[in-house]
């Protein structure tokens, strides 16, 4: 059960867009649709940006979406704005357990 | 408005046990699935256990797998987490969180404060 590999940060201007990438095995983000998304903001708990993929729960903005590639997901922010700065988690189902990547710090410049 | 509200975390020594609780209010708990992810100082998260709405179906990380139970009271709308053979990299904020279906998923709507569990002799 090893974590997913995410890069360690990212960083963007306000407006820009920027993507996360989450690369996993064809055991896990590959094998499945079922790839999430997490916002942890410092001394907060999760919220869910993204699930199964691509879906947004409702109340999350339209600037995030996701994809996946063979065993890659990504997230994308576009029009980056100051509040978007936060560590970000994706998650991926297996067929026995769940997996989290390792995070990714966003840093809007 | 979903509430989940975790207790039962402290200071235990290694080899101890300790159990979490968890409140859930605000929807039909018996209608999804349950999951204890747990976060270390300064640390990512890190899934712990998941348990689907009947009990039927119970998931555990490996690194606490024989150690940790996770159970539901659907009566009362609580979930618990038994830790045994406490370890020191055990030490996390533990959250409850609440799936978004009745089977252990990874997608996770409503999240906890956390309860702080410490190991150390």
């Known amino acids: 059960q090893s974590a997913l590999t995410q890069p360690a940060s990212v960083s963007g201007s306000p407006g820009q867009s920027i993507t996360i990438s989450c690369t996993g095995t064809?055991?896990?983000?590959?094998?499945?649709?079922?790839v999430s998304w997490y916002q942890q903001h410092p001394g907060k708990a999760p919220k869910l940006m993204i699930y199964?993929?691509?879906d947004r729960p409702s109340g999350v903005s339209n600037r995030f979406s996701g994809s996946k590639s063979g065993n890659t997901a990504s997230l994308t922010i576009s029009g980056l704005q100051a509040e978007d700065e936060a560590d970000y988690y994706c998650?991926?189902?297996?067929?026995?357990?769940?997996?989290f990547g390792g995070g990714t710090k966003l840093t809007v410049l | 408005e979903v509430q989940l509200v975790e207790s039962g975390g402290g200071l235990v020594q290694p080899g101890r046990s300790l159990r979490l609780s968890c409140a859930a209010s605000?929807?039909?708990?018996?209608?999804?699935?349950m999951h204890w992810v747990r976060q270390a100082p300064g640390k990512g998260l890190e899934w712990v256990s998941g348990?689907?709405?009947?009990?039927?179906?119970?998931a555990y990380a490996d690194s606490v797998k024989g150690r940790f139970t996770i159970s539901r009271d659907n009566a009362k709308n609580f979930l618990y987490l038994q830790m045994n053979s406490l370890k020191t990299e055990d030490t996390a904020l533990y959250y409850c969180?609440?799936?978004?279906?009745?089977?252990?998923?990874?997608?996770?709507?409503?999240w906890g404060q956390g309860t702080l569990v410490t190991v150390s002799s």
């Open positions: 348990i689907s709405w009947n009990s039927r179906i119970i």
């Open positions: 969180a609440k799936d978004t279906g009745v089977k252990v998923g990874d997608s996770y709507d409503y």
């Open positions: 064809s055991s896990d983000v590959g094998g499945y649709n079922y």
């Open positions: 199964d993929v691509s």
């Open positions: 998650s991926s189902y297996t067929s026995s357990s769940i997996l």
């Open positions: 605000g929807f039909t708990f018996d209608d999804y699935a």
